[in-house]
T-cell receptor
Framework: GQQLNQSPQSMFIQEGEDVSMNCTSS?????WLWYKQDPGEGPVLLIA?????ELTSNGRLTAQFGITRKDSFLNISASIPSDVGIYFC?????????????FGKGTHLIIQP | DTAVSQTPKYLVTQMGNDKSIKCEQN?????MYWYKQDSKKFLKIMFS???????INETVPNRFSPKSPDKAHLNLHINSLELGDSAVYFC????????????FGSGTRLTVV
């Protein structure tokens, strides 16, 4: 089935560094979402993007919906220890919820002391 | 007053058994979903259910069946469990017209021995 190509697979960074990750697809999505998953928990929505070219911020997080509708990136500025976790991009082709989300394989963010 | 709650949190069972996982949402959402997360953390949609309309991912074996007694519940029944069914199963819900409220439960870790 359809998959999103998410990179990098993992990141080892120092506290305070900026982080960047992205997702690409061979087909168009109408909506892009970015989630974070902590151990033993479900994914939690960070940012939702609805329009091509849209740039949205949520605190230290910034995400953009690519102009071609086939890609998106997430940046985290000045990382802190609680940013550790798995970040997922997700896309949806239709405007409604019924056909669910297609997820990337995740980016594991690890912050080294 | 958890928004999307799943029970049990952990489930260990033998091959061949039949088991159910319950999911309830108190958000008033119209659509509910089941996702499977494998050992490599890949999330894949299994079902979505919206106003008595069930959309099934074609790769899901027919041993898996969702059952919705009412709008707030979508339970997952699994017959004749196999070793490969071991995974974390997430329930989620969303409003009809917006993905911003797309909310996941905290997951059920199923281990088949």
């Amino acid at each position: 089935g359809q998959q999103l190509n998410q990179s990098p697979q993992s990141m080892f960074i120092q506290e305070g560094e900026d982080v960047s990750m992205n997702c690409t697809s061979s087909s168009i999505f109408n909506t892009w979402l970015w989630y974070k998953q902590d151990p033993g928990e479900g994914p939690v929505l960070l940012i939702a993007l609805y329009k091509a070219g849209e740039l949205t911020s949520n605190g230290r997080l910034t995400a953009q919906f690519g102009i071609t509708r086939k890609d998106s990136f997430l940046n985290i500025s000045a990382s802190i220890p609680s940013d550790v976790g798995i970040y997922f991009c997700a896309g949806q082709k239709s405007g409604g919820g019924a056909d669910g989300l297609t997820f990337g394989k995740g980016t594991h963010l690890i912050i080294q002391p | 007053d958890t928004a999307v709650s799943q029970t049990p949190k952990y489930l260990v069972t033998q091959m061949g058994n039949d088991k159910s996982i319950k999911c309830e949402q108190n958000l008033g959402h119209d659509t509910m979903y089941w996702y499977k997360q494998d050992s490599k953390k890949f999330l894949k949609i299994m079902f979505s259910y919206n106003n008595k309309e069930l959309i099934i991912n074609e790769t899901v074996p027919n041993r898996f069946s969702p059952k919705s007694p009412d709008k707030a519940h979508l339970n997952l029944h699994i017959n004749s469990l196999e070793l490969g069914d071991s995974a974390v199963y997430f329930c989620a819900s969303s409003p009809r017209d917006s993905l911003y409220g797309y909310t996941f439960g905290s997951g059920t870790r199923l281990t088949v021995v």
